[in-house]
């Protein structure tokens, strides 16, 4: 598979969110503002990407069956380090986003995507293809939730008060839903299944 | 003794980590394919989290104030907990080294625990309650959905909808049922 293809592919055949099912945590916690799924989409793509370039520069010094904990701690570092930055130059977002930042240390679309048995290049596109598509999803949900949430988008009142704003959409379980609705939507259009990938 | 309760109740079902908060939702979608898997993982996140609150309690006298400054303490600790069982639940079940058994022990819903324990709880065994109810409510929902998934497997589930949709469908039901409880 060419490097294109291997970018194109997090973007939508394999997209983390809508299609593998991985990285839920902040699309269903977070993401009722939309400019909280562009943060944490951004930032995650950040760290994966610095993840995977430190993986590639210590591939030779590592063996197979400590490599997770060299990804686990790694994560761990980049998320504290942003975090920090975060702090000195935008506090009040980090405030909004609450306990959902850090928890980008665990999130299971970055440990998946370190996992895999490829070349460095390869590696790399797949990071920023999975990145960019990773962050498009969270925008897309988020850009749902907060217009039917809030009848707002990206803060900008678009409904104004000609339709009442249909809160649930900006709970976690009015998340559920429709995340749960995009992917059957993903499905329908790709003509598959919804099955979960391990 | 009635905040006592609000908070173990607020744990269990009003709090709920897998419904309210959207933690743990790898555990909910890869765990729940049959009621023995969806106890097994219960267990492993109650001594996880038990292990981990437990951890806080003893190093609680030394924990920096402001929450930037704990938060490098709280991920080493939940990943040290978790870590630690996955060995030891390697060593004693001699199963292989598998990642899905180790992001059963380290996974959102213990570091989220962790970072979301109330800055105004009494320091010490109020941790570890907080922590047991946590879990228990993550371990009630897992066995709960995992109920609902093999019933799902008997239905008549629309193509696009099936696996992934219909079981975040279904525990968006489940969390507006409880969601009474909240009222």
Known sequence: MSLGNRFIKGIWSENPVLRMALGLVPALGITHLAINGVIIGISTTIILITAVLVKILTAKVTNKDVSIYVDIACVAVFTTLLYRLMGVYQPEMLVQLGIYFPLIAVNGFVFQRLSQDVTPTVRLADALGMGIGYTAALTLIGIIREFIGLGQIFGVAVINGTLAPFSLAATVPGGFVIVGLLMALCNALSGKGGEINE | ?183
Request: glycine content about 8%; some cysteine.
């Open chain 2, 1 to 183: 003794m009635n905040s006592g309760l609000d908070l173990f109740t607020g744990g269990v079902i009003t709090q709920n980590l897998i419904l309210f908060q959207g933690l743990g939702i790898y555990a909910l979608l890869h765990f729940t394919k049959s009621i023995g898997t969806a106890f097994k993982a219960s267990i492993m996140m109650l001594v996880s989290t038990l292990t981990a609150c437990a951890f806080v309690w003893i190093a609680a006298p030394l924990m920096p104030i402001s929450f930037g400054m704990r938060l490098p303490v709280y991920l080493a600790i939940a990943l040290a907990a978790g870590l630690l069982w996955h060995k030891l639940w390697i060593q004693f079940t001699a199963a292989d080294s598998d990642r899905s058994i180790l992001t059963a022990f380290v996974n959102s819903a213990l570091v989220g625990i962790l970072l979301s324990i109330p800055q105004e709880l009494p320091e010490g065994s109020a941790v570890v309650s907080y922590g047991l109810a946590c879990a228990l409510g993550y371990g009630l929902v897992l066995i709960v959905m995992a109920g609902v998934r093999e019933r799902l497997e008997l239905a008549d589930v629309p193509k696009p909808f099936q696996g992934v949709p219909i079981l975040l469908i279904s525990a968006a039901l489940l969390a507006l049922a409880l969601m009474g409880y909240r009222l």
